[in-house]
């Protein structure tokens, strides 16, 4: 029913996935090429016509921008060696970091990969923990960077009307909910939310997140979402910017 070559192409306007894991062996996300491509034909079938991989860095995934970026040039070398058909333009490597007490202390951190326009994709923990990073995202803002939390729909700490959230709103941070989140495929709470903050004009993107092809069918299925193709019918979203 939910065939790879699915005519569906529901995500077409957003036109650019700028959040997912597909830089084969770095992180939780595609573990080989042959799975990379496999993922990519599939944000092709859906509509997708411009990727950004963002691979994790955090302390579970200690990942080095230099050693990234060089990953990065080889990949897109094999890719454009293979010409294959289907499959959406792979731009450029940005990163998705963990805004927690570990990152603070990082240092060089003027040396982030970010997706055009210096938007710098952020995360939080997706368990409760104490740190605030309010007055880190200052300094960044301060040094001219263009916030992007990822998925604020996926902390259970965390609610449309959460004093942080108000906050970041406040400070001019965009938010990205995942397409995913909109189908239920993280239960039914980030479902929920995830749909309140784009009815609230509180999501100024929308991301895939994609990691592997279990990522992949449940984002076919998504593009069958009757309510999901609504979303994307009557929200402007600021993905083709980028
Ligand atoms: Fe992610």
Redesign the pocket.
């Known amino acids: 029913m939910f065939g790879l070559f699915n005519k569906n192409k529901t995500f077409a306007p957003l036109a650019t996935d700028m ?1 997912c ?1 597909l830089l084969p062996g770095v992180d939780d996300g595609s573990s080989n090429i042959s799975e990379t491509i496999s993922c990519l034909k599939t944000l092709y079938s859906v509509g997708f016509k411009k990727i950004y991989f ?1 691979p ?1 860095f955090q302390a579970h995934y200690p990942n080095n921008e230099e050693d990234i970026k060089q990953r990065f040039a080889e990949l897109k070398k094999t890719l454009e060696k293979e010409k294959i058909d289907d499959m959406p333009e792979v731009i450029d490597v940005a990163g ?1 970091y963990r805004f927690d007490d570990k990152f603070a202390r990082i240092p060089g951190v003027d040396n982030v990969l970010t997706l055009p326009g210096k938007r710098l994709l952020c ?1 939080f923990s997706l368990h409760f923990n104490n740190f605030s990073p309010l007055s880190l995202f200052e300094e960044y803002i301060k040094m001219g960077y263009k916030l992007i939390l ?1 998925h604020p729909e996926r902390y259970p700490y965390l609610n449309i009307h959460s004093e942080q959230i108000v906050k970041m709103k406040e400070m001019g941070i965009a938010f990205q909910v995942n397409i995913l989140s909109l189908n239920g495929f993280y239960g039914e709470s980030a479902m929920k939310k995830g749909f309140e903050y784009i009815e609230h004009n509180m999501s100024e993107y929308l991301g895939t ?1 994609t990691h592997n092809m279990r990522y992949g069918k449940a984002l076919q299925q998504t593009a069958e979402n009757k309510q999901v193709q609504k979303i994307l019918k009557n929200h402007k979203f600021q993905n083709s910017e980028i």
């Open positions: 959040h894991h963002t994790h998705e995360e990822a997140d």
